[in-house]
């Protein structure tokens, strides 16, 4: 399998795609201006203590106070609270890890009220992004991941990937590590660790370590409810994370990104820096690799896969339901074949979905009814086994009296929504038709109004492939001619994303140029 990944930056929000094999497998949209990202950590203080729930809301400058239980306080917590403590009340000197007095682990079956009282000021990492209505998740056990190692400070342990199979590397691990760990420091040493030097470890660890240390110093620089440590960008996390052999390209458009990326990967694969690739071309760069085809075809609501056989998923506030329907498929004269049949190709396309759009919490799959129990069984082996592949932990039941199945899947940060309809290309929304004939002209006036008014010395001007196409028929006596003859420097561009008669328009530095309808009359 080969690997892609084509990061589309652009002024408001960050694309990245991960392309396996040429298929959309993961999309990830960020705005540029997104905080609360899963991994930052805030010096927080407590709002609001809830027995019932055996949980806190605590203040980091989210609108809605974010939720911490119990249980995610963390066995090292009082050692870590008094250290914060130590540190923000003597901030010309910051406290030695390896002197720090170790406190008692909190207990299991403690709580709350035990241990954090309204306006205590404590150190958090969001482990959940604001989902809906819902504010962030939080953590007090710190943790600062890199590729190899994952850094806790305070807990000592260190502990071993499941997925490292084999116990004589599994030892080696551990004892490389025990041996280049300072002390007051735990480590999770994670499964691309597999196989790696001593020289790359120390290394990474010294950098998680470096980090750690500047959590404390701008800790003893900060007020209470204030972002301490931001996690590295969306983009680096993505590749931190599933980074492996089988990466062909990197593929980014913006220069200060791509260089970003490149110095990453430089650091992790020296290597392999050369993969790393700077998209010059004048398409969108998520339309020159079919990833917004893609993401049309595969993110609406209806989602067909085999044979005319299709999927309706449907998202809600409590879960997400997918329903199996075979449509006009008819290979198999036995009902019960062919259904076994729909529903095994029905469970790649769902799996591929759950990674497609990251849906975490409750999925219900409706299948197509079976009656034999062995299709029944080999339904939910197929499924548990195309599934193994996916990074987010989850945990699939057998199919129900019913013949539904459910998933509970990882969730992190809300699902990907993607409106992947179109405006009407009549009424562009407003319920009122407009002469389609005249649209090119109405174009020119926008360009001729953008010219006298902005003094913009070249305008790109994005338009559905339809309308390029048009604009740029005939060469000698073609629109685009006749408007540069006119204005001067105009770009036409083909834009899958737009809707018939949408259009954009940018100046030569990139920056869209906000025109309103009555500015093109002028």
């Given at each position: 399998?080969?690997?892609?990944?084509?990061?589309?930056?652009?002024?408001?929000?960050?694309?990245?795609?991960?392309?396996?094999?040429?298929?959309?497998?993961?999309?990830?949209?960020?705005?540029?201006?997104?905080?609360?990202?899963?991994?930052?950590?805030?010096?927080?203080?407590?709002?609001?203590?809830?027995?019932?729930?055996?949980?806190?809301?605590?203040?980091?400058?989210?609108?809605?106070?974010?939720?911490?239980?119990?249980?995610?306080?963390?066995?090292?917590?009082?050692?870590?609270?008094?250290?914060?403590?130590?540190?923000?009340?003597?901030?010309?000197?910051?406290p030695v890890m390896n002197k720090v007095k170790t406190q008692p682990e909190l207990g299991k079956t403690g709580s709350i009220t035990e241990v954090l009282s309204v306006?205590?000021?404590?150190?958090?990492?969001?482990?959940?992004?604001?989902?809906?209505?819902?504010?962030?998740?939080?953590?007090?056990?710190?943790?600062?991941?890199?590729?190899?190692?994952?850094?806790?400070?305070?807990?000592?342990?260190?502990?071993?990937?499941?997925?490292?199979?084999?116990?004589?590397?599994?030892?080696?691990?551990?004892?490389?590590?025990?041996?280049?760990?300072?002390?007051?420091?735990?480590?999770?040493?994670?499964?691309?660790?597999?196989?790696?030097?001593?020289?790359?470890?120390?290394?990474?660890?010294?950098?998680?370590?470096?980090?750690?240390?500047?959590?404390?110093?701008?800790?003893?620089?900060?007020?209470?409810?204030?972002?301490?440590?931001?996690?590295?960008?969306?983009?680096?996390?993505?590749?931190?994370?599933?980074?492996?052999?089988?990466?062909?390209?990197?593929?980014?458009?913006?220069?200060?990104?791509?260089?970003?990326?490149?110095?990453?990967?430089?650091?992790?694969?020296?290597?392999?820096?050369?993969?790393?690739?700077?998209?010059?071309?004048?398409?969108?760069?998520?339309?020159?690799?079919?990833?917004?085809?893609?993401?049309?075809?595969?993110?609406?609501?209806?989602?067909?896969?085999?044979?005319?056989?299709?999927?309706?998923?449907?998202?809600?506030?409590?879960?997400?339901?997918?329903?199996?329907?075979?449509?006009?498929?008819?290979?198999?004269?036995?009902?019960?074949?062919?259904?076994?049949?729909?529903?095994?190709?029905?469970?790649?396309?769902?799996?591929?979905?759950?990674?497609?759009?990251?849906?975490?919490?409750?999925?219900?799959?409706?299948?197509?009814?079976?009656?034999?129990?062995?299709?029944?069984?080999?339904?939910?082996?197929?499924?548990?086994?195309?599934?193994?592949?996916?990074?987010?932990?989850?945990?699939?039941?057998?199919?129900?009296?019913?013949?539904?199945?459910?998933?509970?899947?990882?969730?992190?940060?809300?699902?990907?929504?993607?409106?992947?309809?179109?405006?009407?290309?009549?009424?562009?929304?407003?319920?009122?038709?407009?002469?389609?004939?005249?649209?090119?002209?109405?174009?020119?006036?926008?360009?001729?109004?953008?010219?006298?008014?902005?003094r913009r010395k070249g305008l790109v001007l994005y338009v559905h492939p339809y309308v390029e196409a048009y604009i740029t028929k005939g060469w000698l006596k073609s629109?685009?001619?006749?408007?540069?003859?006119?204005?001067?420097?105009?770009?036409?561009?083909?834009?899958?994303?737009?809707?018939?008669?949408?259009?954009?328009?940018?100046?030569?530095?990139?920056?869209?140029?906000?025109?309103?309808?009555?500015?093109a009359g002028k």
């Open positions: 399998m080969t690997s892609e990944l084509v990061v589309d930056v652009q002024p408001s929000e960050i694309s990245i795609a991960l392309l396996e094999n040429g298929r959309l497998a993961e999309v990830n949209r960020e705005t540029r201006e997104q905080t609360y990202a899963v991994g930052n950590i805030y010096y927080g203080r407590v709002k609001k203590i809830m027995p019932g729930l055996n949980a806190a809301f605590v203040d980091v400058g989210y609108g809605k106070d974010a939720f911490l239980h119990y249980l995610d306080l963390g066995p090292t917590f009082e050692t870590l609270y008094r250290y914060t403590k130590q540190a923000v009340s003597d901030r010309k000197k910051t306006g205590q000021e404590l150190l958090v990492q969001v482990t959940k992004e604001p989902i809906s209505t819902k504010g962030p998740r939080l953590s007090a056990e710190i943790s600062i991941a890199g590729r190899y190692l994952v850094l806790i400070p305070f807990a000592e342990k260190v502990s071993v990937s499941a997925k490292i199979s084999s116990e004589a590397e599994r030892v080696r691990l551990r004892k490389l590590v025990q041996s280049i760990k300072p002390k007051g420091f735990g480590v999770i040493i994670r499964t691309v660790a597999e196989d790696k030097k001593v020289a790359e470890l120390d290394n990474e660890l010294k950098i998680l370590v470096k980090r750690w240390e500047d959590v404390v110093a701008k800790l003893q620089k900060s007020q209470a409810v204030s972002l301490i440590s931001e996690e590295i960008g969306r983009t680096i996390g993505i590749i931190r994370d599933i980074f492996n052999p089988t990466f062909q390209h990197i593929h980014i458009n913006d220069k200060d990104v791509f260089a970003e990326v490149r110095d990453y990967v430089e650091l992790i694969a020296p290597d392999r820096k050369n993969i790393v690739k700077l998209y010059t071309g004048e398409l969108p760069i998520f339309d020159n690799f079919a990833i917004t085809k893609q993401m049309k075809t595969g993110l609406g609501r209806t989602v067909s896969f085999k044979n005319g056989a299709y999927l309706i998923i449907e998202h809600t506030e409590a879960l997400h339901v997918i329903d199996v329907n075979s449509g006009n498929r008819s290979k198999s004269d036995d009902q019960e074949t062919n259904a076994y049949e729909v529903n095994l190709a029905a469970a790649d396309e769902i799996a591929h979905q759950l990674r497609l759009r990251d849906m975490g919490g409750i999925i219900v799959v409706d299948f197509i009814d079976m009656v034999k129990p062995e299709h029944k069984q080999g339904l939910y082996d197929h499924m548990r086994e195309i599934m193994e592949n996916d990074r987010a932990k989850h945990n699939i039941l057998q199919l129900s009296k019913f013949g539904l199945m459910q998933i509970t899947r990882q969730r992190v940060r809300p699902a990907v929504d993607i409106d992947v309809t179109e405006t009407c290309p009549t009424c562009l929304g407003t319920h009122k038709v407009q002469p389609t004939i005249l649209f090119v002209d109405e174009l020119e006036e926008k360009i001729r109004w953008a010219v006298e008014n902005t629109i685009i001619r006749r408007w540069r003859q006119k204005y001067g420097r105009v770009h036409v561009i083909p834009s899958q994303k737009l809707g018939f008669l949408q259009w954009e328009l940018y100046d030569d530095n990139g920056n869209k140029l906000e025109l309103k309808k009555e500015n």
